[in-house]
């Protein structure tokens, strides 16, 4: 964290105190830790991020947090309901700040994950949930690729 605990984030108004009612409002403690990571996650507004860019991020700020931390931290905050994980397949996850209602495209060049525009996609005619279950959410992921040449 840069400056006092006054200073506000760099774009969307997030203070040092914002982000740490918003931690114990999930029943997170604001620890040191969790704290550099949420300013790094929260203060330019809805991203998508990997723990391992996450990671760089961190180390550039000057936050020595390992890997591990950085791990355990996102799934800390997805848990709480302050982050939602999109696996884009079984070895690649993203965390999203926006915990909306929303799907996604992921443009496989760049391993990015963006917002598809709202309402562009109905899901209709879902199955009933197996008895003691219900559907917790539908998760649309769209996959891009640069047209070939011709």
């Not at 704290?35 to 203060?43: E, H, S, T, V, Y």
């Not at 070895?91 to 598809?116: A, C, L, P, R, W």
């Amino acid at each position: 964290m840069h400056g006092s605990e006054q200073d506000k984030g760099e774009s969307t108004g997030t203070t040092h105190l914002d982000l740490a009612a918003m931690l114990r409002g999930a029943d997170l403690r604001p620890t040191r830790q969790r704290m550099a990571l949420a300013d790094l996650l929260f203060r330019h507004g809805d991203r998508h991020v990997s723990a391992e860019a996450l990671h760089e991020e961190a180390r550039a700020a000057g936050a020595g947090v390992s890997l591990a931390t950085i791990y355990n931290t996102l799934h800390q905050f997805t848990d709480a309901g302050l982050l939602r994980a999109i696996a884009v397949d079984t070895t690649k996850t993203y965390f999203d700040t926006n915990t909306g209602d929303h799907h996604h495209f992921y443009i496989e060049s760049s391993n990015e994950v963006v917002d598809m525009p709202e309402d562009c996609i109905r899901v209709d005619n879902l199955p009933s949930a197996p008895e003691g279950f219900e559907i917790s959410r539908v998760d649309v992921i769209v996959r891009l690729r640069v047209k070939p040449s011709v």
